[in-house]
């Protein structure tokens, strides 16, 4: 019913020329469709959308052992976000009867309304830009084994918590008294609202137990960056800190 809508929402999320969008695509696009909740986050979003499709395509445990649903390079065709989404709108609207009706709830309430909307994107708004242009293959590289070290026993299937966070942060030893915990616990908070609806409140306390995703990860840097190494971009002051207290860190 709704297919001429996809075709348009891949044309303008995915890669040009390609069948696909990237996860970082999707993150913007569950930010612009109001998807991310107090209860839904990003994370849990990538299991519902990515975790299946890669459990199809490696379904040998050892292999599929390796294999983030949070991992960047992740590539979600239509199908995936079909199935996805159909996955979402049964979580979300469980009282609703039919299968199809919970989908159809959550592409009038969430999907219409705003997928095609020509608002700027939230990395845009906050000044992080277009990531994969601003920061570097190997600054990508070395912040997911920074994620992934601190992501549980369940990684790569779990990610980063608010508690992981802090713990991956203290862990750099950053000098000069530039992180003191209070401005940490900011930090956290508004890492983790980054992508949040914007029809929830929001509130300074962080959430410990609440899971993140790498550029949720990454804006936390970029913020601590902006504090520590001074004048710049949010894009340029967490490319500094990387460079200074991570690379050397995860080798």
């Not at 929830?200 to 137990?209: F, G, Q, S, V």
Request: aromatic letters at 8%; hydrophobic letters at 40%; proline letters at 5%.
């Amino acid at each position: 019913v709704h297919a001429d809508f996809f075709r348009k929402m891949m044309f303008k999320f995915g890669v040009p020329q390609s069948p696909y969008m990237t996860l970082r695509s999707f993150w913007l696009l569950a930010k612009r469709c109001e998807l991310v909740t107090k209860k839904i986050s990003l994370a849990e979003l990538d299991r519902l959308f990515v975790a299946n499709r890669v459990r199809q395509l490696y379904p040998h445990p050892r292999t599929e052992s390796i294999k983030s649903p949070h991992d960047i390079a992740v590539k979600l065709h239509l199908e995936d976000l079909l199935f996805g989404f159909a996955r979402l709108a049964s979580l979300k609207y469980s009282k609703v009867p039919e299968k199809h009706l919970k989908l159809e709830r959550l592409v009038q309430k969430h999907l219409l309304p705003h997928a095609l909307s020509d608002l700027p994107d939230i990395l845009s708004e906050v000044g992080l830009g277009n990531l994969d242009q601003n920061v570097q293959t190997h600054h990508n590289r070395v912040l997911l084994k920074l994620f992934n070290k601190h992501s549980g026993m369940n990684c790569p299937v779990s990610a980063v918590t608010g508690d992981g966070f802090m713990q991956a942060i203290k862990s750099l030893q950053v000098s000069h008294g530039g992180t003191p915990d209070e401005f940490l616990r900011s930090v956290l908070a508004e890492s983790q609202q980054l992508f949040l609806s914007k029809k929830i409140e929001r509130t300074n306390e962080p959430d410990y137990e609440r899971e993140m995703v790498p550029d949720e990860f990454l804006y936390g840097i970029a913020l601590i960056g902006k504090r520590v190494c001074g004048a710049g971009s949010l894009s340029e002051v967490a490319s500094e800190f990387i460079d200074r207290f991570i690379v050397g860190f995860v080798r």
